[in-house]
C-alpha cells in the first residue's frame, strides 16, 4: 500500500543583497526562471527589489521551500542572505502567483507608518528584522502595492 505524503505548507521569508548592480533586463530573466523553476514545484510567492536589495516570501512544502532556499543561499550573484521567518502556515497568501514582482521606492515603503523610519534612514532590506517582515508581509495581505503584483507581471520603473 503506497505510503500517503503529507505537505508541510510553510512561508519562508528572507533577503539579500547582490554583489553587483543588477540591470532591469536581468532582473526580468531572473524572474522568468525563478516562476518556471517555482511552477515546477509548487512554490509560489512575493520577490521584492530595492537598490541592489532583495525581499522574497517563498510558500510551498517546507522541504521544496527549504531546498530552493539553501539554493539561493550559494547563488553567486547574492550576498548577505538571511532568513527572517520560517514558519508553518494554514493557506497561501501568494498562491496565484509563481512568483509576484515590484521594484519598490522608499517612498513607497515609508508610507507603512512601522516602517518609515527604517526605510527614511537609507535601511535596506537585508536589514529587516522579523517585525519589520511581518508588518512589510500584512501590508501586502492588506492589498498596498496589489496593482503593481496583479498576474506578476507589472512593474515600477523609477523616472
Known amino acids: 500500500m503506497p505510503r500517503e505524503i503529507i505537505m508541510k505548507l510553510v512561508h519562508m521569508i528572507y533577503c539579500s543583497a547582490a554583489k553587483t548592480k543588477v540591470q532591469p533586463a536581468e532582473l526580468m530573466s531572473l524572474l522568468k526562471t525563478c516562476r518556471e523553476n517555482n511552477s515546477q514545484h509548487d512554490i509560489t510567492g512575493l520577490l521584492l527589489y530595492r537598490e541592489g536589495s532583495f525581499f522574497q516570501i517563498l510558500e510551498g512544502d517546507e522541504s521544496e521551500v527549504e531546498a530552493l532556499y539553501d539554493k539561493i543561499s550559494h547563488d553567486q550573484r547574492h550576498m548577505l542572505v538571511s532568513k527572517i521567518i520560517c514558519e508553518p502556515i494554514s493557506k497561501r497568501d501568494f498562491g496565484r502567483w509563481s512568483m509576484g514582482f ?58
Not at 117 to 133: C, K, T, V
Not at 138 to 150: D, H, S, T
Request: charged share 30%; no cysteine; net charge negative.
Open 102 to 159: 515590484a521594484m519598490m521606492d522608499a517612498d513607497e515603503l515609508s508610507a507603512i507608518p512601522e516602517l518609515r523610519e527604517f526605510f527614511n534612514a537609507d535601511g535596506a532590506f537585508e536589514d529587516l528584522g522579523e517585525g519589520r517582515a511581518r508588518t512589510l508581509l500584512a501590508a501586502f495581505n492588506q492589498g498596498l502595492w496589489r496593482a503593481k503584483l496583479e498576474d506578476g507581471v507589472q512593474i515600477h520603473q523609477h523616472a
